[in-house]
């Protein structure tokens, strides 16, 4: 399990956007995506149970060292409760059949990246090197993303979630059709709802219409 990034390492230079993120559909959730206080506070001292008698002195813990083991079990169970939600959300998806698309299907394409992470990615569908390798963006679009990741955010992927809106390769890499989105539309919702982005950017204008109910012209 990759190490989860920490509080104030994820700033987004207004540039940067300016740049990079012109023209895309973007939809905040909890706010901003600068962090500038940790968000796992410490417990202090006074409020941990000490033994009395004369055992106190033997198993006194310091301010300093309890906290931090606290701090890092917590985020280790909730990276692992929203991994095993997602492992499950993916092997629905592995067996759906609800639109043609199952037939055409080498594989289907769920997600990948951090099952916590603050920023997520969007795209519409996957392409043909997608449906061969069952990770979102690893085509000719994915080099360009990686891009965008590594020298305007200063990220990795790992730091990231990106999913796509159809879980399934249309044909000829056509437009999703109404009947697809609508099949996918549960699968990407609950994504959504467990990885808990603070923001999220559509790569396209049919991922920006799903996220923000309209048509939008890009």
């Known amino acids: ?5 920490q509080p104030g390492n994820l700033h987004f230079p207004a540039e ?11 939809r905040r959730r909890r706010g901003d995506l600068i962090a500038d206080s940790p968000t796992t506070g410490s417990i202090p001292l006074e409020d941990l149970p000490v033994e009395t008698g004369s055992r106190v002195e033997e198993n006194r813990i310091s301010a ?25 959300l993916a092997q629905k998806v592995s067996s759906c059949e609800e639109c043609s698309l ?9 997600g990948c990246g951090d099952p916590g992470a603050r920023l997520m990615f969007v ?8 449906d061969r390798r069952g990770e979102p963006f ?26 796509n809106v ?5 044909p000829e890499n056509r437009d999703p059709r109404p009947e697809e989105v609508q099949s996918c539309k549960g699968f990407l919702e609950k994504q959504i709802e467990l990885v808990n982005p603070e923001m999220i950017v559509a790569l396209g204008k049919p991922a920006a219409a799903f996220l923000t109910g309209e048509e939008t012209s890009l």
């Open 1 to 5: 399990m990759h190490d989860l990034p």
């Open 16 to 26: 940067f956007h300016d740049r990079a993120l012109a023209g895309w559909g973007v």
């Open 64 to 88: 300093a060292e309890r906290p931090v083991e606290i701090a890092v079990s917590a985020v280790g169970e909730k990276s692992s409760d929203l991994s095993s939600s997602l492992v499950g």
């Open 102 to 110: 199952s037939q055409t299907r080498t594989q289907t394409v769920f």
């Open 123 to 130: 795209g519409e569908a996957p392409g043909a090197e997608e």
């Open 138 to 163: 690893v085509g000719r679009a994915g080099q360009l993303l990686d891009r965008i990741i590594t020298q305007g955010l200063k990220l990795t992927r790992d730091q990231i979630y990106i999913a």
């Open 166 to 170: 159809l879980k399934c390769r249309p």
